[in-house]
């Protein structure tokens, strides 16, 4: 345990929140209920700050809380990643997703474009984010979808990203055949993650949870998943695994957040320079101090991530009592 309390090499997967500004108030997400910390971007001089400090970074991932397009500098970003042969991604609502930011993203190199779309109707888009832009959003994907064919380009890789709970997952269904429809080849569910240390909000609560769902539910999910092999979609889970298996809780494992990695590969940096362990972590306890393990403003990168916060952050994660955010790590979503 004390060897792997410390981590032997700086991360080799960067979390980036480019701004936490954003132009949604999704129902399941913490701008709903009000960020976590005022709102601000990131520069391009303070990636390069960031980036340069990390040299053995393989991936970017260039979204925390908020909406990454409203960055305007975000393909300048890409291209400095791309420039060091770093695989980037992000996930956008796809709103901004215009003509002229699709040609941007192309143009930057971008690996990987994730779109969030928790339903497949305007009613059930209103319904979990509370926007009127579902239309917009799938027009902005055919269009999209369309350029990338036309050019024969395969990068970015547009893929949808679903997140699961009980008051969208009979979306599911028509959003396997929308994917097929628009031409994107991979769509997977997100598990909700929500406050194990409070009551919650919108629709990030512990009744909204997919985890261990009544039979209705497994053969919703069972379905979608046998549609999407018929009509060669990739349907997958976040944890890399099969979707019916992201919904059962691992009861076996009593501490299931030990096998976790991410305190010893992944850096999340949030628009104001702090360091969290995850993207999960924001999410799951209502104790935001106690996620912080340094700012990257204020010392050096390798100073936060070698630091004594960290090293104590790891140290009890390897316990049966980890830090509050990974206490439902595994149990009450999949890891
Ligand atoms: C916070 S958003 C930021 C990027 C962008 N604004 C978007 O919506 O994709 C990143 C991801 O978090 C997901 N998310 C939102 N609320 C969540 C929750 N309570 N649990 C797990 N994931 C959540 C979103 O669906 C999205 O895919
Ligand atoms: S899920 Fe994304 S789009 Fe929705 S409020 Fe959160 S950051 Fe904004
Ligand atoms: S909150 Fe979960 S994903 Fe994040 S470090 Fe803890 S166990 Fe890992």
Not at 105 to 124: F, H, K
Not at 162 to 178: A, H, Q, R, V, Y
Request: net charge neutral; aromatic share 8%; glycine share 6%.
């Amino acid at each position: 345990m004390a060897v792997r309390s410390q981590a032997a090499n700086l991360p080799n997967c960067l979390y980036l929140e480019t701004t936490n500004r954003c132009n949604l108030r999704c129902r399941t997400c913490i701008v709903y209920r009000g960020g976590w910390e005022p709102e601000r971007d990131i520069s391009l001089e303070e990636v390069r700050l960031i980036s340069e400090q990390l040299p053995e970074l393989e991936r970017a991932v260039l979204h925390g809380i908020g909406e990454p397009l409203l960055n305007q500098d975000l393909p300048a970003m890409i291209r400095h990643l791309k420039d060091r042969e770093v695989t980037v991604l992000f996930n956008t609502n796809g709103i901004l997703l215009n003509d002229k930011r699709q040609a941007e993203l192309i143009d930057s190199n971008l690996d990987e474009l994730r779109v969030s779309l928790d339903a497949a109707s305007p009613d059930g888009y209103k319904a979990i984010r509370d926007s009127d832009k579902f239309d917009l959003i799938i027009n902005n994907l055919q269009t999209f979808a369309k350029r990338l064919e036309s050019k024969k380009l395969s990068k970015p890789k547009l893929t949808l990203w679903f997140l699961g709970n009980k008051e969208n997952i009979t979306e599911l269904p028509k959003l396997i055949d929308l994917a097929a429809a628009i031409g994107i080849g991979e769509v997977y569910m997100q598990r909700l993650v929500y406050f194990l240390d409070n009551e919650g909000f919108g629709v990030a609560r512990s009744q909204n949870t997919l985890t261990n769902p009544d039979v209705a539910i497994y053969e919703l999910i069972e379905q979608s998943q046998e549609q999407a092999r018929q009509l060669g979609i990739l349907f997958g889970a976040s944890g890399l695994t099969a979707p019916v298996d992201s919904v059962r809780g691992k009861n076996g494992n009593r501490a299931p957040w030990k096998g976790c990695i991410r305190p010893w590969e992944v850096i999340y940096i949030t628009a104001h320079g702090n360091v969290l362990p995850c993207c999960i972590s924001p999410f799951s306890t209502m104790d935001y101090p106690s996620i912080i393990l340094g700012n990257v403003f204020e010392s050096t990168v390798a100073d936060v991530w070698f630091g004594d916060k960290y090293r104590d952050f790891r140290k009890l994660h390897q316990t049966s009592t980890p830090p509050k955010c990974c206490r439902g790590c595994g149990i009450c979503w999949s890891l």
